[in-house]
């Protein structure tokens, strides 16, 4: 009998990727919270003062590959 076969493929797993059992317990609700925080920060506008210097990084690199 192959162990792996219970830990790969078994019905423990099929529910933790279903969503009937919650095996990560606590850290369901930290990773939920975590994904929460990073939506909210990539969807904020970049600051003019940055994207100022991104796009003077930019024109920077492109001057540098001509020469």
Same mark, same amino acid.
């Given at each position: 009998?192959?162990?792996?076969? %219970?830990?790969?493929? @078994?019905?423990?797993? #099929?529910?933790?990727?279903? =969503?009937?059992?919650?095996?990560?317990?606590? %850290?369901?609700?930290? @990773?939920?919270?975590? #994904?929460?925080?990073?939506? =909210?920060?990539?969807?904020?506008?970049?600051?003019?003062?940055?994207?100022?210097?991104?796009?003077?990084?930019?024109?920077?690199?492109?001057?540098?590959?001509?020469?």
């Amino acid at each position: 009998m192959n162990i792996m076969t %219970n830990d790969m493929g @078994g019905p423990g797993a #099929k529910r933790a990727r279903t =969503g009937g059992t919650n095996a990560l317990g606590a %850290n369901s609700e930290i @990773g939920r919270k975590l #994904k929460q925080y990073y939506d =909210g920060l990539v969807s904020e506008e970049v600051p003019d003062r940055f994207a100022e210097l991104l796009s003077q990084l930019e024109k920077a690199e492109s001057t540098q590959k001509k020469d």
